[in-house]
């Protein structure tokens, strides 16, 4: 039982923290999006990187030729993400900025059929559905 616990409190602990964004961009209103999202992205990446330092250093190495993926993935993916996350957020409200969070999956399927002719499969369509 208690292997359990620690990655439900982490996994409850996440989604409070989530939940808390709205608040901080409505009582950070001076700031804009791009500063919050440096702010945080810092603070992140510091504690991530004491914690794993700490936890285990062998996985802070990354071989050079990967370095694209974090990049891309990481770093850009992230921060796209979360810019538009928090304008969404100042531009119309957190429900309707969470709605559009949470429904974009229906949208890349959709578009990506329209667009790069993937396959929608049954597994697709349910994921939609689910959506």
Known sequence: MRNNVI???CITLGAILW????LFLNVLEEFSSA???????????????????????????IKLRDIHYFIGTGIISFAAYNFAY?????LTSMPVA????????IFVTIMS?????EKLTLKSGFAVLAS
């Open 7 to 9: 990655p439900a409190l």
């Open 19 to 22: 939940g808390f964004i709205g």
């Open 35 to 61: 500063q919050l999202l440096a702010v945080r992205s810092f603070f992140t990446a510091t504690v991530l990187f004491v914690f794993m330092a700490i936890k285990d250093p062998k996985k802070l190495y």
């Open 86 to 90: 928090f304008a969404a957020i100042r």
């Open 98 to 105: 969470a709605v559009l969070l949470y429904t974009s999956p």
């Open 113 to 117: 059929a329209m667009f790069f002719k």
